[in-house]
C-alpha cells in the first residue's frame, strides 16, 4: 500500500505569513493528489486535487506543487480562517490514503 | 445544492453489527462513485471504502476487508454500509463522500455520524 507522510505535524503561524506543508509519497503517484482542510467538528474540504488545480470556490492564496514522490501545500498570506488541519490524500491506486495531517496553530 | 446525509451511528458492543447510511440529493446519485471515510476520535483521516456508480467495483481498506460491505440503492438515491464483528478500534465518525469522476478526490462530504463500540 503506498503510504502518505506530511510535514510538520504542528506549525505556529501568525496572520499574513507564508506556509508550507510537505507531503511525501511511499511510490510514485504521478499527480494524483488532493489536498484538504478541516476544522473541528466538520467535514473535510476539498482544497486541491491533481496536485496543483485549485478547487472551484477555493481563493487563490492556496496553491499545490509537485509530482511523483514529492508535494507542497503553500498558503501565500495566512488569514484567520485558515487555521485549521490539513491533510494530502493519494488516489493513484484504488486504495486512497491519507497523510497523518498538520495541525496549523496561531502563533 | 449537494447534500449527503449520514445517519445509523449509535453505540454497538464489540461483536455487534450496525448499517450506516447517506442519503445523497441535488444532484445524479447514479452517476457518482461513493466512499465512506472515518476519522476516530482525536485521529486523522481514513478511508474504508469505495463503490463505482453501478456497484460494478468495490474496494475496501484492509482493516475493515471480510467485516464491512458497501452498498447503493440508485433508486433510493442512497449509500449504506453493513458493519459486521464491529471492534472498539472502529469507533469513529464515519463520513460519506462523493468521488469526482476522472480524478478520483473527494469533492462533497456529508457531516458524518458517530459509532462507538465499547461494552
Known amino acids: 500500500d503506498i503510504q502518505m507522510t506530511q510535514s510538520p505535524s504542528t506549525l505556529s503561524a501568525s496572520v499574513g505569513d507564508r506556509v508550507t506543508i510537505t507531503c511525501r509519497a511511499s511510490?510514485?503517484?504521478?499527480?494524483?493528489l488532493a489536498w484538504y482542510q478541516q476544522k473541528p467538528g466538520k467535514a473535510p474540504k476539498l482544497l486541491i486535487y491533481k496536485a496543483s488545480s485549485l478547487e472551484s470556490g477555493v481563493p487563490s492564496r492556496f496553491s499545490g506543487s509537485g509530482s511523483g514522490t514529492e508535494f507542497t501545500l503553500t498558503i501565500s498570506s495566512l488569514q484567520p480562517d485558515d487555521f485549521a488541519t490539513y491533510y494530502c490524500?493519494?488516489?493513484?491506486?484504488?486504495?486512497?490514503?491519507f497523510g497523518q495531517g498538520t495541525k496549523v496553530e496561531i502563533k | 445544492e449537494v447534500q449527503l446525509v449520514e445517519s445509523g451511528g449509535g453505540l454497538v458492543k464489540p461483536g455487534g453489527s450496525l448499517r450506516l447510511s447517506c442519503a445523497a440529493s441535488?444532484?445524479?446519485?447514479?452517476?457518482?462513485?461513493m466512499n465512506w471515510v472515518r476519522q476516530a476520535p482525536g485521529k486523522g483521516l481514513e478511508w474504508v471504502s469505495s463503490i463505482s456508480s453501478s456497484s460494478s467495483y468495490i474496494y475496501y481498506a484492509d482493516s475493515v476487508k471480510g467485516r464491512f460491505t458497501i452498498s447503493r440503492d440508485n433508486a433510493k438515491n442512497s449509500l449504506y454500509l453493513q458493519m459486521n464483528s464491529l471492534r472498539a478500534e472502529d469507533t469513529a465518525v464515519y463520513y460519506c463522500?462523493?468521488?469526482?469522476?476522472?480524478?478520483?478526490?473527494?469533492?462533497?462530504w456529508g457531516q458524518g455520524t458517530l459509532v462507538t463500540v465499547s461494552s
Open positions: 511510490q510514485s503517484i504521478s499527480s494524483w
Open positions: 441535488g444532484f445524479t446519485f447514479s452517476s457518482y462513485s
Open positions: 490524500q493519494q488516489y493513484n491506486s484504488y486504495t486512497w490514503t
Open positions: 463522500a462523493r468521488t469526482v469522476a476522472g480524478t478520483l478526490e473527494f469533492d462533497y
